[in-house]
């Protein structure tokens, strides 16, 4: 058995208002290890809520829409998303809710490998759908007027193997596929987002990789 779990808090201004956002994940699994391969099997669950109101919390005649007035979208200061959130770097840990189904095996002492099953969505609707490089999708920025859009963004597989070739050497390569949800739609401007789809399709993507590592 193993597992896991992390928690961040955040404290401090953001352009005249007061910043508080937090994030967090837990995960565990079981591994098989008197069975054939080894097989693992995991569970991971990353949350980060965004902000019910990222346009400003004071109505136009300056009288208090949420009480606090606090920007509540995290500032993910990791360097890189790519190996926690899915390889296709579609997320970041930004108004996100995650939910990743692993099953990894051993087949020999140099070849591993593994398939994981990712649910998407945004915490808020309101907030933006952020990428690994913590930028926003086109047409899917924070929105001041939209608060109900949909939050399902879809669903994504990762399947990985590694080869060890040689002490320092190895192979790394894999095949990924985003399945797009209702909160991806095609097209011109729409009731649910209200902006322009520019660069945004509903489309499923396709990725794949092959990589050698060397070591020093």
């Known amino acids: 058995i193993d597992y896991f779990s992390e928690y961040h808090y955040q404290e401090g201004d953001f352009r005249g208002r007061t910043h508080a956002a937090m994030a967090g994940a837990l995960g565990g699994g079981y591994t098989f290890d ?7 099997l995991g569970y991971e669950f990353d949350w980060s809520p965004g902000d019910p ?3 400003g919390h004071f109505n136009a005649d300056g009288t208090q829409k949420v ?5 509540r979208t995290f500032h993910n200061f990791y360097p890189t998303n790519h190996a926690h959130y899915g390889y296709m770097d579609m997320m970041s840990w930004k108004n996100m809710m995650g939910h990743k189904f692993q ?8 070849l591993t490998a593994w398939a994981d099953f990712w649910m998407f969505k945004m915490d808020q609707g309101a907030d933006g759908w952020y990428h690994a490089g913590q930028g926003a999708m086109p047409g899917r920025a924070a ?5 109900d859009r949909t939050r399902n963004l879809g669903k994504e597989l990762d399947l990985t193997a590694t080869y060890s070739l040689y002490k320092n050497v190895g192979l790394m390569g894999g095949y990924s596929r985003f399945f797009s949800g209702a909160a991806i739609p095609h097209g011109a401007t729409t ?3 209200g902006t322009a789809q ?5 489309d499923d993507t396709n990725w794949g990789f092959l990589q050698l590592t060397v070591s020093f």
């Open 53 to 55: 109101t990222p346009g």
């Open 103 to 110: 099953l990894k095996t051993f087949p020999t002492k140099k």
């Open 67 to 71: 009480a606090g007035n606090k920007h």
């Open 34 to 40: 008197k069975v054939m391969w080894k097989p693992r």
């Open 198 to 202: 520019t660069g945004l399709s509903d």
């Open 143 to 147: 929105s001041a007027t939209n608060t």
């Open 191 to 193: 009731s649910d987002t």
